[in-house]
């Protein structure tokens, strides 16, 4: 079987060609199982032409290196984390900014429409040779910690802290006093177990796919950062599909996007539960401790603007913020 870089097998005859599709979901997990479905449309939608192979729970390495082979087309399709590829497409920033959504329902109301779809967004993922075929859920980002709970943001002062490696990340956790470390997802455990890293801001399901839930003692649900994932695909590849199988990948974003976060979301519930359950403390925070995050994190705000563009802002117009 042909492995594509660009370009399709003929229809009806000859083989049909492989088209990689690579994702941090653990293998055999409702999010993997997600993304199947997404690649068996594909697969009907062209009639033949394309079967997707699906590597997936990092299979084929970090988030950052993986999207780097689909941009260059390398691999076709890319699912991962918004946090992850803003550092290759600048503009997603602004999803990452904390306190962005305050709750899940906000995020529903506006996941369904094209908010990456405007013309300027279009044209920042085209110069990074990506199209895009929709967004998700992954879960909250919430503070693990090996050997003290956090309650109040002074409480990370001085701690190594493992940063998503994003100039974004870099602005929100360096004003409260942090040591920072930049380390691939891969990598994190390591970095755990050699005391490099004594906390990290990950989602309980990368808790779960990084091996870590044996290296926290404690787990404090900040909710400081909504992490949506999005699924993108080569551009070249995208446009040298047939139209109507360009058509019908884009008509069910929306339906993506609602099965993505439904499983998304009870993941998330089900990953913090299963921490308690490991022996690592739930830290319940209180009202005046939330906000107190929100404050301190608040000047993020304007660097995810400034990082994200023009196209960033139209993200944010997108959404009515």
């Known amino acids: 079987m042909a492995v594509a870089v660009f370009g399709l ?33 594909l697969e009907r939608a062209a009639v033949g032409r394309v079967r997707v192979r699906a590597r997936h729970g990092g299979a084929l390495g970090d988030e950052a290196s993986t999207l780097e082979l689909c941009q260059k087309g390398r691999i076709q399709m890319w699912a991962g984390s918004t946090g992850a590829a803003s550092a290759s497409v600048p503009a997603l920033s602004v999803l990452d900014a904390p306190y962005l959504f305050e709750d899940l329902a906000a995020f529903q109301r506006i996941a369904g429409r094209d908010v990456l779809g405007g013309p300027r967004m279009t044209a920042h993922l085209r110069e990074h040779g990506l199209a895009h075929l929709g967004m998700g859920f992954i879960g909250w980002r919430a503070l693990s910690t090996t050997r003290k709970a956090i309650r109040r943001p002074e409480d990370l002062r001085g701690l190594a802290l493992r940063i998503q490696p994003s100039p974004l990340h870099r602005a929100m956790w360096r004003p409260l006093g942090v040591r920072l470390v930049e380390v691939a997802l891969p990598q994190v455990v390591e970095a755990f177990r050699d005391q490099r890293v004594e906390a990290t801001d990950l989602p309980a399901l990368y808790i779960f796919a990084a091996s870590l839930a044996d290296q926290i003692h404690h787990f404090t649900p900040t909710r400081h950062v909504l992490q949506s994932a999005v699924l993108f695909v080569n551009r070249r590849a995208f446009d040298e599909l047939p139209a109507s199988a360009q058509r019908t990948l884009l008509k069910h974003r929306t339906e993506l996007v609602t099965k993505a976060t439904r499983v998304g979301e009870m993941l998330d519930d089900e990953l913090v539960q299963a921490l308690a359950a490991k022996g690592v403390a739930v830290v319940a925070l209180t009202p005046g401790e939330k906000e107190a995050f929100r404050r301190a994190l608040a000047p993020a705000h304007a660097e995810a603007l400034a990082i994200g563009g023009p196209a960033g802002t139209e993200i944010l117009e997108a959404i009515g913020r």
């Open 9 to 41: 097998g003929a229809a009806g005859g000859g083989e049909p060609l492989t088209w990689v599709l690579s994702s941090m979901a653990p293998e055999g997990s409702p999010s993997a199982a997600v993304l199947d479905e997404v690649a068996r449309t």
